[in-house]
């Protein structure tokens, strides 16, 4: 009686550890996809020899600059702005 009373109760116990197996499994997965992007090689590369300016003052002028984006090039953003 004892012997089929702790059979029965590990069934039960088993049968409430499979959800949180799901979510291993899951979170394993996830863990898997941002380790990829972690590692991956980016398409935009560093400079060898990057321009260096001798002076720098703190101050930025942005002169006719014009945006648009690549999926719209008629559709300009900025258009000829100074900043």
């Known amino acids: 009686m004892v012997v089929f009373f702790s059979i029965l109760m590990a069934g039960f116990n088993f049968s409430q550890l499979t959800p949180s197996l ?3 499994a899951e979170g394993r997965q996830s863990a898997a ?4 992007i972690i590692d991956r090689e980016p398409k935009i590369k560093n400079n060898a020899n990057p321009i260096r300016p001798e002076v720098f003052k703190g101050v930025i002028k942005l ?5 648009s984006y690549p ?3 008629n559709k300009k953003i900025l258009d000829n702005i100074t900043i």
């Open 33 to 36: 996809r941002i380790f990829q």
């Open 71 to 73: 999926k719209d090039k």
């Open 22 to 24: 799901k979510k291993i």
């Open 63 to 67: 002169e006719n600059v014009t945006f």
